[in-house]
């Protein structure tokens, strides 16, 4: 089927307009930060909005498929925030890539990640130095969690004319 700029204009601000009061409704809490799960849905509703803006497929019918892709999301969501075990069946757990200081090599290479991916992960927090890290995790967000050794802290201002 062959359509004229007009149609593809109107075919793709339906879908503008419906994707966006679908991601209002479906609650979606960072639109930056994806997990696997949001990953795939992504990836599905791509390759939708393609086939219906080139009317690969008539727009009822994708906007059909679109909104079941994302209630399904959404019931996945649901039953894994209610089901511990199945939210680790389908999330990857949270885990420690420096622990007092020091690097956890085990998780490194469960994770595959470099030494200097977490230097730089942990550059980007303001930490210029590993041995002032308590813990470091590499959340299932993908982002990576720091929590300072309390001896390394700065002092307080409030508490700075305890020391003079």
Do not use: C
């Not at 359509?3 to 793709?12: E, F, N």
């Amino acid at each position: 089927m062959e359509l004229d700029l007009t149609g593809i204009i109107l075919r793709v601000s339906i879908m503008y307009i419906y994707a966006l009061a679908l991601v209002r409704i479906a609650g979606k809490q960072s639109l930056g930060h994806l997990s696997p799960m949001d990953f795939i849905v992504t990836l599905i509703i791509g390759d939708m909005f393609d086939d219906i803006f080139w009317a690969e497929i008539p727009l009822i019918q994708g906007m059909v498929g679109f909104a079941t892709i994302i209630l399904v999301h959404m019931l996945v969501t649901f039953v894994t925030s209610r089901n511990t075990s199945l939210y680790w069946a389908i999330s990857s757990p949270a885990r420690p890539l420096i622990e007092a200081g020091r690097l956890v090599q085990k998780n490194l290479q469960i994770e595959r990640m470099r030494a200097e991916e977490v230097q730089f992960e942990l550059r980007l927090k303001g930490e210029e130095h590993m041995r002032e890290v308590k813990e470091a995790r590499l959340e299932p967000s993908g982002q990576v969690s720091v929590i300072k050794d309390p001896s390394y802290k700065p002092v307080p201002r409030q508490d700075k004319r305890l020391f003079r």
